[in-house]
């Protein structure tokens, strides 16, 4: 079992940046892939960002260019910066760890994604 804590959330203005965060614990070892999903007020979940061993990025086109993921090993943990924040990021973030291998589409499925944590919510004022 893998256990996730994020944290960084919280309220911005349009156009601030913000830094989440999320602690990884127990069996880190067997993690392949680490995630962040973002659920806004009245819509589905959707995918943000994820980074898979070997480090292989993946982008959801909504936010590309101006979220960033990372991750860092001797932590177990990750982030996702976000720049240039718009009102329409305001969601809770969701940060999610897969051990099982996945490519292409699979790694933006949140059926790769095994453990997930309690969110963190983040609110963008226009």
């Known amino acids: 079992q893998v256990q996730l804590v994020e944290s960084g959330g919280g309220l911005v203005e349009a156009g601030d940046s913000l830094r989440l965060s999320c602690a990884a614990s127990?069996?880190?070892?067997?993690?392949?892939?680490m995630g962040w999903f973002r659920q806004a007020p009245g819509k589905e979940r959707e995918f943000v960002a994820s980074?898979?061993?070997?480090?292989?990025?993946y982008y959801s086109d909504l936010m590309k260019g101006r979220f960033t993921i990372s991750r860092d090993n001797a932590k177990n943990t990750v982030y996702l910066q976000m720049n240039i924040s718009k009102p329409e990021d305001t969601a809770v973030y969701y940060c999610a760890a897969g051990t099982r291998t996945c490519v292409g589409f699979g790694c933006r499925d949140s059926n790769s994604f095994d453990s997930w944590g309690q969110g963190t919510q983040v609110t963008v004022s226009s």
């Open positions: 127990g069996r880190t070892p067997s993690i392949y892939i």
């Open positions: 980074l898979r061993n070997g480090g292989v990025r």
